[in-house]
């Protein structure tokens, strides 16, 4: 059984710094892509980023180009994210996924297996 755990959620002022790990279990994802997606209240899931299996590709929303910076360990099976220069409109629950596919992709159905997901609020 496939199981994505995320950690390192939390409380953190506007300006401060989180990073968020995912741990993966049950397969390895060492050829395919995983991502960062969140949700806040009231809205649809929106990516974050997403790195490719072999790391070489990155991709980014818009919104958190500069701030954030996806990463993974295969050897671990992790993918984490470090969030820096937060803004109170990064509050969501931030979830970790993973494709059975070879590509990077950002579109929310591209992606097989996600985690619980993990709360971040960033007070002003």
């Known amino acids: 059984q496939v199981q994505l755990v995320e950690s390192g959620g939390g409380l953190v002022q506007a300006g401060g710094s989180l990073r968020l790990s995912c741990a993966a279990s049950?397969?390895?994802?060492?050829?395919?892509?995983m991502a960062w997606f969140r949700q806040a209240p009231g809205k649809e899931r929106e990516f974050v980023a997403a790195m490719s299996g072999s790391s070489s590709t990155t991709t980014y929303a818009d919104s958190v180009k500069g701030r954030f910076t996806i990463s993974r360990d295969k050897a671990k099976n992790t993918v984490n994210l470090q969030m820096n220069s937060l803004k109170p409109e990064d509050t969501a629950v931030y979830y970790c996924a993973a494709r059975s596919g070879v590509v990077v992709r950002v579109g929310a159905g591209e992606y097989d297996y996600w985690g619980q997901g993990t709360q971040v609020t960033v007070s002003s």
């Open positions: 049950g397969r390895t994802f060492s050829l395919n892509p």
